[in-house]
Every structure is written in structure tokens, then in C-alpha cells.
């Protein structure tokens, strides 16, 4: 078509035109505007261009406003972002922005006014003016890129300037015409770093040693090979390419795919949740610093509540009280620990006292996160349920979060799996039109385009699972920490009341920790629905991460703490209330990244004389003992009879209570139980152990064999290790038991060890019930293995003061 002699578009056939633009970080292609574009010859191109008879300037018929990232190659500056193969080092300035892609469909032309379309971001005008075209043709294409305009010499004055795009017939190659665009460039006034510094000239701390890493947790989007690199470091180019498993292939394959974070998900994340996070933890290191000076010097008082009576007050002091498990300022520290200790003599007329037996036994309360809750709410404040049952459920506690992880990452492998295939097949339907391309000269391109709908839908999904995994892990890891710290502090408890006078550590175990490691078993009494479901599920991961710990006695050298928070070297955080604990050292040995396979050395100061005297020969000298956890848990409470009975207990004796009593026939043959149980002990007693919890919920009848299997299961490993069945072999040369859960699932069972052959029994017969047995003979087989044990329940104090009067009795 032609301009009219007054410059207007009568008669002018229009086509349908996109614009889309491709990082050269990615295969697909982002959609920037669509909509018609007028068919003119080049001399009324040019008329129509400049407008001369309106004298309004430049005129455009689509148009599009975006900012593009420039990415520079490197991994310290891209490190969420790795450009596509054979794109490094083709362009000399080393500065990457990507490629401009039009499109027009000719088949359908029409004669109608100028359609415009705006996107706005901040920074790049691109506008496509007219299409000069010859014959009838389905598909026309256009590529330029955008690099060569970064030059301020291409364009001094800053204004828009044209630029003419080849269009080429996709089915011939051939030339067709030109499309023209107006395009505007303004680059960043801020220097973009070249080199290992990051956008503030500071180093880049790797993402690999992040809290994830921390806390035990492998990034799953590591092995699938998922960007941006969000909690792991870019995977080395060379080393990629050489990696010809299909695992390998596999990672290569997502990487050009981009990013499956969007950009308000990563905002979101960086500057709210993890923001928040980190200045929690700020906050908390900060008054812990005050507690610690405070005690060290009886000159400095930072006490914050010097009128509130000691059990009752909330700024981190030795003992925490049970009361205070909500705060979030003191979750990272066990509450209600306490050291009971039984020593019985025999005592004879004018004779010295005898020794007959001693008991150490540590009770607390449960090693969860009770500050956040046991519910599954999102980062973004909504709550999600997949069904009515998990809405009721107990929601929150680590093992069911981490089992949710893993379902939403078996989920994002299937649609990467889908994304996969589905680019290849698109691939392979373009292969005439790439081979035609080529046959006429033109630089090949491999490009998705944005309106694919097979690819664009596994691509959506793709995100939403990246996006669900990226949070809920890193809501699991800041859980994990607070849990981790305060099973830490419990299980280093344990150990130094087992080289106390009397405990297994002087009894020739000793060199069986440096071998075998430090049995310890947790003796948990928590019920499995409720609240406490959530808190079994916290405290079996805080207990299986202590695995990850060894344990070194070494004198004081008299060489002051530091807790000054600035002090980058290894620190020495002071002990100031106790009299032959000096201070405490926790160092991560591993290299970073090491995620599940994390492992941390901590050092106990001890006060020279009694490290001397009170400290057995074989852990003396830097002998490192690494910890050998042991979970069984068995509820003993009115709740866990309910869960067992089948029905919610609770309700029927409230509502015995106001109708003055429930039929016999309707308790069955319980009636004895839910008649003990309705007593009213002053108010709490059996029901709800003296503090405020939740009536409902649903319960896990499994979890609870479930736990009590995998616990007999290491204990039985451990056994075989420590006392060895095997003719000819000893302690001293027997296999080291597995410390990993994965690695006893892969090893061949052993048959239960005698020393555990009625705890095994116990296990066997516990489903369904109350089976105490369970965890009496558990203490009893960690005792003649000379490990240590602590008794927890949801605050530590009567179910723990019960099984701990047991134990003394025995």
C-alpha cells in the first residue's frame, strides 16, 4: 500500500505483528507488545515515518517500554543467570543484553486505523513502524540485537532512532522486505562490575554456605539444575560440559531455560522473609551478647527485668523456663533442661559408705519450634489445604514439612520432565524452517516463542513449583535452626553428666564413643495428635541432626572469649555462669555446600583442674566424640488412649460432665480409663498436662511405629557394632555403625541384637496402644551400651517427672 496525498493510511493493508525480546540466558522468548503494523512501500514507509504534513514527529503503530538485565558472563556478577552455549565471548565489550524478535502473520491483512500497545517499565522504547513486504506469505521474521546500541556513540543525542530489520520469509529464507523501528536506549549511569566483587564492590559470599547449607538441608534445585542459584553457587562451566551422565545432559538442558523465580517472588523473598529472618536472628545475637556480658562482670547489669521473679522472666538467661517456649527471642535454647541425679550407698556401722548405684537422667521439654507454630501458613499470609483432613491436621512440625519438600520436588521434576519433551518436539517441528535459515546464509537462532501453549503451561507450572520449594524450604531451614540449637544444648548436657562421677564415661566407655560415637536416646512422651503431633515431628529432625556434631574437651589456656558480633575469626563464646564450663566454641567443618552432609566440631572449655582430674584418659588430647541420636516416642497421656480408642476422649468427658455422666455402653471396655482419666487433678493432671493446648486435630497413628522402627533399627546397628555377635570379632574391630538414615535403608537388616530382642518385641506389640515398654527397655539397652538419655515431653515436667521417678525406682 500507499499514504494518500494527505498522508493517511486509506486503503493501507495491516498484519498482525509481534514483538517479543530473548536473554541470552534463555531459550524463551518474553512477550513485549502485539497488535497491527502497516504493509507499505519504502518511500511511503519513510513518509509515514517521519510525518512531515502532521509535523507531530515520529509516528508508531506498536509499541513497547522495558528494561533489560546486562548481564556480563561471569559467575560473581550473573550469579543467578549463565548465558546459553556459544554466546560467551561474542561480544567484544563483554556486556550481554539480548535479542529483538518480530513477527508477521500476512496471510490475514486488513484495512483499518493504527492499533498501539504500551507496556511501561523504565528503561528501552522499541517500535515497530511499518512492514515492507512482497507477495502473500504465512510467517515473516525479524532478529537484531540490542548490544551494538549500548554505545552512546550510536545514538549522542539520545533520541529515537531508526533501525531497518531484515524480513525473512521462515519457509524460503529469502528477503522480503524491511521491518523499521524507532528505538530509544538509555543505559544505567551505575559502573557494572566486572570481576569476583559484587553490585557494592563487596565480595560475594557464597550461596552454598547459606542457611540451608547450615542446617543440614541439599538444595533440590541444585541436582535438577534449576536457576536463579538461589541457595547454592553456580556449578562450574567446564566441569558441566564433561558431565556426559544423563544427569548431567539433564542440568545442561534446564540451564537454558532461565529463571523459574519471578522477579516479584525473589523481591518478596529477599527483602520481607529472609530480611525479616535475618533480623531476628540479629536481635537474638544482640541480647544474647547483653546476657553474657552481663554475667561475666558483676559491674555491668543489663537484666531488663530485675522485678519479675526468675522462672517467670523472658530475657535468655542459663535456665529457661517452660512457660517462656513461645517467645521467639529464646527459641534457639532447650527450656526446662534439668539434671536428675540418684545416688544410693550402703551404709554400715563405723564402716565408709558403699556405692551401689547412681542415675543420671535429663528431662526437658520438647526441642520444637513452639515460637512459630505448628501450622502451614505461606509466606504470604494465606493458608492452603489440599483437603478438610490436613486442614484439621496437625500442620508445621519438620517431619511432615520435609515430606511435603520432597512431594513438591518429585512434583517439579515431572513438569521439568514435560518442559523438556515439549521443547524438543517444538524444536523438531521447527527444524525445516532452522534448516532453511541456514541454507540462505542467515545466523541460526533457537528461540521458543512466548505463545507456545503446551510449553507455556509446563513452563507456569515449572515456576509455581520452583517458587512453593523455594519457600517452604526456607521456612524448614530457619526452623531447623531453631530446633537443631536447642537438641544441641540438651544432647552436650547428656554427655557431660556421663563423664560425671559414676556415669558410663568411667566405666570403660569411653573408648567406645571414640569409635562407635555417643549413644544417646531421646525418651519422648508427647501424644501424636494436636499440637504435639507437630512438636514429635520437630523434635525427630532436631534429633536426627545431631549426627552432624563432634564433641572435643579441651582445657582452658586462660585466652578470652570474644562475643564481639564483628569479630569474623573463630570465636570463643564465653560460658559466664558455670563453674567448670569456661567456654563454648562451634565451628562447621565442612566445605561449603556440603548440605546433608554438614558436620560441626564443638569445643568445650574446661577449667584446668578439672579437666585434669575429672576428665577420662581417652577424651582427653583433642579425642573428638561424635554424637549416635536415637528417637523412640511413645504417648502416655489421656490424648494418645483417645488417638488409640479411636475417638476424641476429651469431648466425651466434657460432655459427661454436663449431662452428669455418659452411658457405660458407649465407653465399651475402656469405661475404667475414661473414668480415671475425667478426674479433675486441679485442673490438669492427665488431660492437658497443665498448660493450654488445642482439643482437635487428627491424629498419625503411624507415625508413632513409624519412629519407634527407625530408632530400633540405628540402636540395632549400633549394638552389633558395639558388642559384635560375630566369632572373633571385637568392639575395637567391628564395623562403625551407619550414622546416616539413608544409609541404614540401604544396608542389609540385622537380625534384632540380643541385648535389644525385648525391645523389639515391645515394638512389635505397640501398635495401637499404650505400650510403655517401649521406652523403659530402650533406656535400659542405651544404658548397658553405656550411652546416655534424656525424658521429654511438651514442657517437661509431669510426664518427665513420672518416667524419671520410674527410672530412679528401677
Given at each position: 500500500g500507499s499514504l494518500s496525498s494527505s498522508g493517511g493510511l486509506e486503503g493501507v493493508p495491516f498484519v498482525k505483528t509481534t514483538m517479543t525480546f530473548q536473554r541470552h540466558d534463555t531459550i524463551f522468548e518474553e512477550a513485549l507488545a502485539s497488535g497491527s503494523a502497516p504493509m507499505l512501500d519504502e518511500p511511503s514507509g519513510k513518509a509515514y515515518i517521519h510525518n512531515p504534513s502532521s509535523g507531530l514527529g515520529p509516528k508508531e503503530a506498536i509499541k513497547a517500554r522495558f528494561c533489560p538485565r546486562i548481564l556480563t558472563g561471569q559467575p560473581a556478577n550473573d550469579e543467578d543467570a549463565t548465558?546459553?552455549?556459544?554466546?560467551?565471548?561474542?561480544?567484544?565489550?563483554?556486556?550481554?543484553?539480548?535479542?529483538?524478535?518480530?513477527?508477521?502473520?500476512?496471510?490475514?491483512?486488513?484495512?483499518?486505523?493504527?492499533s498501539n500497545l504500551d507496556i511501561i517499565d523504565n528503561c528501552c522504547d522499541a517500535t515497530s513502524v511499518y512492514d515492507v513486504v512482497a507477495g502473500v506469505n504465512p510467517r515473516i521474521e525479524g532478529y537484531f540485537e540490542l548490544e551494538h546500541y549500548l554505545n552512546p556513540q550510536t545514538n549522542p543525542t539520545g533520541g529515537k532512532i531508526p533501525v531497518t530489520v531484515p524480513a525473512i520469509d521462515t519457509a524460503t529464507g529469502q528477503r522480503m522486505g524491511s521491518f523499521l523501528l524507532l528505538l530509544r536506549v538509555k543505559t544505567p549511569q551505575v559502573q557494572i562490575p566486572l570481576g569476583n566483587q559484587s553490585r557494592i564492590g563487596e565480595p560475594l559470599p557464597p550461596a552454598s554456605s547459606g542457611l540451608?547449607?547450615?542446617?543440614?538441608?541439599?538444595?533440590?534445585?541444585?541436582?535438577?539444575?534449576?536457576?536463579?542459584?538461589?541457595?547454592?553457587?553456580?556449578?562450574?562451566?567446564?566441569?558441566?560440559?564433561?558431565?556426559?551422565?544423563?544427569?548431567?545432559?539433564?542440568?545442561?538442558?534446564?540451564?537454558?531455560?532461565?529463571?523459574?523465580?519471578?522477579?516479584?517472588?525473589?523481591?518478596?523473598?529477599?527483602?520481607?522473609?529472609?530480611?525479616?529472618?535475618?533480623?531476628?536472628?540479629?536481635?537474638?545475637?544482640?541480647?544474647?551478647?547483653?546476657?553474657?556480658?552481663?554475667?561475666?562482670?558483676?559491674?555491668?547489669?543489663?537484666?531488663?527485668?530485675?522485678?519479675?521473679?526468675l522462672f517467670k522472666r523472658r530475657n535468655p538467661k542459663p535456665f529457661r523456663p517452660s512457660n517462656s517456649r513461645g517467645d521467639a527471642l529464646l527459641a534457639g535454647i532447650g527450656f526446662n533442661v534439668h539434671v536428675q541425679s540418684l545416688a544410693l550407698n550402703i551404709l554400715q556401722p563405723d564402716q565408709s559408705a558403699i556405692p551401689a548405684a547412681i542415675c543420671h537422667s535429663v528431662t526437658h521439654g520438647a526441642p520444637a519450634d513452639h515460637a512459630r507454630g505448628f501450622g502451614i501458613q505461606g509466606n504470604d499470609g494465606s493458608r492452603t489445604f489440599e483437603s478438610v483432613a490436613e486442614a484439621n491436621a496437625a500442620r508445621g512440625g519438620l517431619r511432615r514439612l520435609e515430606a511435603k519438600r520432597a512431594?513438591?520436588?518429585?512434583?517439579?521434576?515431572?513438569?521439568?520432565?514435560?518442559?523438556?519433551?515439549?521443547?524438543?518436539?517444538?524444536?523438531?517441528?521447527?527444524?525445516?524452517?532452522?534448516?532453511?535459515?541456514?541454507?540462505?546464509?542467515?545466523?541460526?537462532?533457537?528461540?521458543?516463542?512466548?505463545?507456545?501453549?503446551?510449553?507455556?503451561?509446563?513452563?507456569?507450572?515449572?515456576?509455581?513449583?520452583?517458587?512453593?520449594?523455594?519457600?517452604?524450604?526456607?521456612?524448614?531451614?530457619?526452623?531447623?535452626?531453631?530446633?537443631?540449637?536447642?537438641?544441641?544444648?540438651?544432647?552436650?548436657?547428656?554427655?557431660?553428666?556421663?563423664?560425671?562421677?559414676?556415669?558410663?564415661?568411667?566405666?570403660?566407655?569411653?573408648?567406645?564413643?571414640?569409635?562407635?560415637?555417643?549413644?544417646?536416646?531421646?525418651?519422648?512422651?508427647?501424644?501424636?495428635?494436636?499440637?504435639e503431633l507437630g512438636m514429635i515431628e520437630d523434635a525427630s529432625v532436631a534429633v536426627e541432626m545431631l549426627r552432624m556434631v563432634h564433641v572435643v574437651l579441651v582445657p582452658d589456656d586462660g585466652v578470652s572469649g570474644t562475643v564481639n558480633k564483628n569479630e569474623s575469626s573463630c570465636r570463643r563464646i564465653p560460658v559466664p555462669h558455670s563453674p567448670y564450663v569456661r567456654w563454648v566454641h562451634l565451628a562447621h567443618l565442612s566445605k561449603k555446600g556440603s548440605g546433608s552432609k554438614s558436620m560441626y566440631r564443638l569445643e568445650i572449655g574446661l577449667n584446668q583442674s578439672y579437666y585434669q582430674s575429672r576428665v577420662p584418659e581417652p577424651l582427653k588430647g583433642g579425642a573428638a566424640v561424635r554424637f549416635f541420636p536415637v528417637l523412640y516416642q511413645m504417648g502416655v497421656d489421656i490424648r494418645q488412649w483417645g488417638v488409640n480408642a479411636g475417638r476424641n476422649v476429651t469431648s466425651q468427658i466434657k460432655?459427661?460432665?454436663?449431662?452428669?455422666?455418659?452411658?457405660?455402653?458407649?465407653?465399651?471396655?475402656?469405661?475404667?480409663?475414661?473414668?480415671?482419666?475425667?478426674?479433675?487433678?486441679?485442673?490438669?493432671?492427665?488431660?492437658?498436662?497443665?498448660?493450654?493446648?488445642?482439643?482437635?486435630?487428627?491424629?498419625?497413628?503411624?507415625?508413632?511405629?513409624?519412629?519407634?522402627?527407625?530408632?530400633?533399627?540405628?540402636?540395632?546397628?549400633?549394638?552389633?557394632?558395639?558388642?559384635?555377635?560375630?566369632?572373633?570379632?571385637?568392639?575395637?574391630?567391628?564395623?562403625?555403625?551407619?550414622?546416616?538414615?539413608?544409609?541404614?535403608a540401604q544396608l542389609q537388616p540385622l537380625p534384632p541384637h540380643p541385648i535389644l530382642s525385648s525391645l523389639s518385641e515391645a515394638i512389635k506389640t505397640s501398635a495401637g496402644k499404650m505400650e510403655h515398654g517401649v521406652l523403659d527397655k530402650s533406656a535400659t539397652a542405651c544404658q548397658r551400651m553405656g550411652g546416655g538419655s534424656t525424658v521429654f515431653c511438651k514442657s517437661g515436667k509431669d510426664r518427665t517427672a513420672m518416667q524419671v521417678t520410674f527410672k530412679q525406682a528401677q
Amino acid at each position: 500500500g500507499s499514504l494518500s496525498s494527505s498522508g493517511g493510511l486509506e486503503g493501507v493493508p495491516f498484519v498482525k505483528t509481534t514483538m517479543t525480546f530473548q536473554r541470552h540466558d534463555t531459550i524463551f522468548e518474553e512477550a513485549l507488545a502485539s497488535g497491527s503494523a502497516p504493509m507499505l512501500d519504502e518511500p511511503s514507509g519513510k513518509a509515514y515515518i517521519h510525518n512531515p504534513s502532521s509535523g507531530l514527529g515520529p509516528k508508531e503503530a506498536i509499541k513497547a517500554r522495558f528494561c533489560p538485565r546486562i548481564l556480563t558472563g561471569q559467575p560473581a556478577n550473573d550469579e543467578d543467570a549463565t548465558l546459553l552455549p556459544g554466546v560467551m565471548g561474542t561480544k567484544p565489550d563483554g556486556k550481554y543484553v539480548g535479542n529483538i524478535r518480530l513477527e508477521a502473520i500476512v496471510r490475514n491483512t486488513v484495512n483499518r486505523s493504527t492499533s498501539n500497545l504500551d507496556i511501561i517499565d523504565n528503561c528501552c522504547d522499541a517500535t515497530s513502524v511499518y512492514d515492507v513486504v512482497a507477495g502473500v506469505n504465512p510467517r515473516i521474521e525479524g532478529y537484531f540485537e540490542l548490544e551494538h546500541y549500548l554505545n552512546p556513540q550510536t545514538n549522542p543525542t539520545g533520541g529515537k532512532i531508526p533501525v531497518t530489520v531484515p524480513a525473512i520469509d521462515t519457509a524460503t529464507g529469502q528477503r522480503m522486505g524491511s521491518f523499521l523501528l524507532l528505538l530509544r536506549v538509555k543505559t544505567p549511569q551505575v559502573q557494572i562490575p566486572l570481576g569476583n566483587q559484587s553490585r557494592i564492590g563487596e565480595p560475594l559470599p557464597p550461596a552454598s554456605s547459606g542457611l540451608l547449607s547450615v542446617v543440614g538441608m541439599d538444595a533440590i534445585t541444585d541436582e535438577l539444575g534449576v536457576c536463579p542459584y538461589f541457595d547454592y553457587d553456580p556449578p562450574c562451566t567446564q566441569n558441566s560440559v564433561q558431565d556426559t551422565s544423563a544427569a548431567g545432559i539433564r542440568r545442561r538442558q534446564v540451564a537454558t531455560m532461565g529463571s523459574f523465580l519471578t522477579p516479584q517472588f525473589l523481591r518478596y523473598q529477599a527483602d520481607v522473609v529472609r530480611n525479616d529472618a535475618a533480623l531476628e536472628l540479629a536481635n537474638r545475637h544482640d541480647e544474647y551478647n547483653k546476657s553474657i556480658v552481663s554475667g561475666l562482670s558483676s559491674e555491668t547489669d543489663f537484666d531488663d527485668e530485675p522485678n519479675v521473679e526468675l522462672f517467670k522472666r523472658r530475657n535468655p538467661k542459663p535456665f529457661r523456663p517452660s512457660n517462656s517456649r513461645g517467645d521467639a527471642l529464646l527459641a534457639g535454647i532447650g527450656f526446662n533442661v534439668h539434671v536428675q541425679s540418684l545416688a544410693l550407698n550402703i551404709l554400715q556401722p563405723d564402716q565408709s559408705a558403699i556405692p551401689a548405684a547412681i542415675c543420671h537422667s535429663v528431662t526437658h521439654g520438647a526441642p520444637a519450634d513452639h515460637a512459630r507454630g505448628f501450622g502451614i501458613q505461606g509466606n504470604d499470609g494465606s493458608r492452603t489445604f489440599e483437603s478438610v483432613a490436613e486442614a484439621n491436621a496437625a500442620r508445621g512440625g519438620l517431619r511432615r514439612l520435609e515430606a511435603k519438600r520432597a512431594g513438591i520436588a518429585r512434583e517439579l521434576e515431572t513438569y521439568l520432565s514435560s518442559l523438556i519433551n515439549s521443547v524438543g518436539e517444538y524444536f523438531k517441528s521447527r527444524a525445516q524452517t532452522a534448516a532453511v535459515m541456514q541454507q540462505a546464509g542467515l545466523r541460526p537462532t533457537r528461540h521458543v516463542a512466548p505463545n507456545i501453549s503446551s510449553i507455556s503451561f509446563y513452563r507456569s507450572k515449572t515456576t509455581e513449583c520452583a517458587q512453593r520449594l523455594q519457600a517452604l524450604s526456607w521456612e524448614i531451614a530457619v526452623r531447623r535452626g531453631n530446633c537443631f540449637s536447642q537438641a544441641l544444648g540438651i544432647a552436650v548436657t547428656s554427655y557431660l553428666t556421663s563423664i560425671s562421677d559414676g556415669g558410663p564415661g568411667w566405666r570403660g566407655y569411653a573408648n567406645t564413643w571414640l569409635r562407635h560415637g555417643y549413644l544417646i536416646t531421646f525418651e519422648g512422651l508427647l501424644s501424636a495428635v494436636g499440637k504435639e503431633l507437630g512438636m514429635i515431628e520437630d523434635a525427630s529432625v532436631a534429633v536426627e541432626m545431631l549426627r552432624m556434631v563432634h564433641v572435643v574437651l579441651v582445657p582452658d589456656d586462660g585466652v578470652s572469649g570474644t562475643v564481639n558480633k564483628n569479630e569474623s575469626s573463630c570465636r570463643r563464646i564465653p560460658v559466664p555462669h558455670s563453674p567448670y564450663v569456661r567456654w563454648v566454641h562451634l565451628a562447621h567443618l565442612s566445605k561449603k555446600g556440603s548440605g546433608s552432609k554438614s558436620m560441626y566440631r564443638l569445643e568445650i572449655g574446661l577449667n584446668q583442674s578439672y579437666y585434669q582430674s575429672r576428665v577420662p584418659e581417652p577424651l582427653k588430647g583433642g579425642a573428638a566424640v561424635r554424637f549416635f541420636p536415637v528417637l523412640y516416642q511413645m504417648g502416655v497421656d489421656i490424648r494418645q488412649w483417645g488417638v488409640n480408642a479411636g475417638r476424641n476422649v476429651t469431648s466425651q468427658i466434657k460432655e459427661r460432665n454436663k449431662v452428669g455422666g455418659v452411658p457405660s455402653a458407649e465407653l465399651g471396655d475402656n469405661s475404667d480409663a475414661a473414668t480415671e482419666a475425667s478426674s479433675d487433678f486441679n485442673g490438669c493432671g492427665l488431660i492437658d498436662d497443665g498448660d493450654d493446648d488445642d482439643e482437635g486435630g487428627v491424629a498419625d497413628n503411624e507415625i508413632l511405629m513409624a519412629l519407634n522402627v527407625e530408632g530400633f533399627r540405628k540402636m540395632n546397628a549400633y549394638a552389633h557394632s558395639v558388642f559384635p555377635t560375630t566369632a572373633g570379632v571385637t568392639a575395637a574391630t567391628s564395623p562403625i555403625a551407619a550414622f546416616y538414615p539413608s544409609e541404614h535403608a540401604q544396608l542389609q537388616p540385622l537380625p534384632p541384637h540380643p541385648i535389644l530382642s525385648s525391645l523389639s518385641e515391645a515394638i512389635k506389640t505397640s501398635a495401637g496402644k499404650m505400650e510403655h515398654g517401649v521406652l523403659d527397655k530402650s533406656a535400659t539397652a542405651c544404658q548397658r551400651m553405656g550411652g546416655g538419655s534424656t525424658v521429654f515431653c511438651k514442657s517437661g515436667k509431669d510426664r518427665t517427672a513420672m518416667q524419671v521417678t520410674f527410672k530412679q525406682a528401677q
